[in-house]
C-alpha cells in the first residue's frame, strides 16, 4: 500500500486533479541535487494525475492513497500484455508457417512483431478505458492542510 503526500497543482473535471509530490522510490537513496537525481536524471519531484473524490482544492496539501493489488495490477497491463502478446504472436507464427510451408523462423519473428503491436495497442485500449484507469488510479484521501483554510474557517472545520 503506497501513501504519499502531495500538493494539488490544478483541480480537472470529474473528479480529477494535478498533484506533485516527492519521488521516494527511484530517488530516495541517492544524491540528489536541486536540479535532480545525478542517476537517473529526472526531477526529484513527480506530477501525477489522482482521482479526487473528496474535492480538495488548488495548493491543498492531500494524502494519496495506491493499494499495492492495484499497483500491481497497473504493472501487469503495462509490462506482461505486450510480453504475452510476442510470445502468443511467436508461436502462432511458428503453427501458421509451417502450415503454409514457409521457414519457420520468417513465421516466428513475424509473428512476434504482430503479437507484440497488438499487446501494445491492448496496453493503450485498457489504459483508454475509463473503469480501468479509474480503478488503478492513486486516489486523494483526504485533505491534510486546506488552502482555503481562513481564521474564520478554521474556527467551524478541521482546517487544523
Same mark, same amino acid.
Given at each position: 500500500?503506497?501513501?504519499?503526500?502531495?500538493?494539488?497543482?490544478?483541480?480537472?473535471?470529474?473528479?480529477?486533479?494535478?498533484?506533485?509530490?516527492?519521488?521516494?522510490?527511484?530517488?530516495?537513496?541517492?544524491?540528489?541535487?536541486?536540479?535532480?537525481?545525478?542517476?537517473?536524471?529526472?526531477?526529484?519531484?513527480?506530477?501525477?494525475?489522482?482521482?479526487?473524490?473528496?474535492?480538495?482544492?488548488?495548493?491543498?496539501?492531500?494524502?494519496?492513497?495506491?493499494?499495492?493489488?492495484?499497483?500491481?495490477?497497473?504493472?501487469?497491463?503495462?509490462? *506482461?500484455?505486450? $510480453?504475452? =502478446?510476442?510470445?502468443? !504472436? #511467436?508461436? /502462432? +507464427?511458428?503453427?501458421?508457417?509451417? @502450415?503454409?510451408? *514457409?521457414?519457420? $523462423?520468417? =513465421?516466428?519473428?513475424? !509473428? #512476434?512483431? /504482430? +503479437?507484440?503491436?497488438?499487446?501494445? @495497442?491492448?496496453?493503450?485500449?485498457?489504459?483508454?478505458?475509463?473503469?480501468?484507469?479509474?480503478?488503478?488510479?492513486?486516489?486523494?484521501?483526504?485533505?491534510?492542510?486546506?488552502?482555503?483554510?481562513?481564521?474564520?474557517?478554521?474556527?467551524?472545520?478541521?482546517?487544523?
Amino acid at each position: 500500500m503506497a501513501e504519499h503526500i502531495g500538493i494539488v497543482t490544478k483541480t480537472e473535471s470529474g473528479n480529477y486533479a494535478q498533484v506533485v509530490t516527492d519521488r521516494k522510490s527511484a530517488c530516495g537513496g541517492c544524491q540528489s541535487t536541486p536540479s535532480g537525481c545525478r542517476s537517473c536524471l529526472t526531477s526529484a519531484k513527480m506530477e501525477s494525475r489522482v482521482a479526487n473524490p473528496i474535492g480538495a482544492e488548488t495548493g491543498d496539501l492531500v494524502n494519496i492513497h495506491l493499494t499495492s493489488i492495484n499497483l500491481l495490477t497497473g504493472a501487469a497491463i503495462l509490462y *506482461l500484455l505486450p $510480453i504475452l =502478446g510476442l510470445l502468443i !504472436g #511467436a508461436f /502462432t +507464427g511458428v503453427w501458421a508457417s509451417t @502450415a503454409f510451408g *514457409l521457414a519457420e $523462423i520468417y =513465421g516466428s519473428v513475424g !509473428g #512476434a512483431i /504482430t +503479437g507484440l503491436v497488438i499487446g501494445y @495497442a491492448a496496453v493503450i485500449a485498457l489504459d483508454r478505458s475509463p473503469g480501468i484507469r479509474r480503478q488503478i488510479m492513486p486516489t486523494i484521501t483526504n485533505i491534510v492542510t486546506s488552502n482555503n483554510c481562513t481564521p474564520d474557517v478554521k474556527k467551524a472545520s478541521s482546517c487544523g
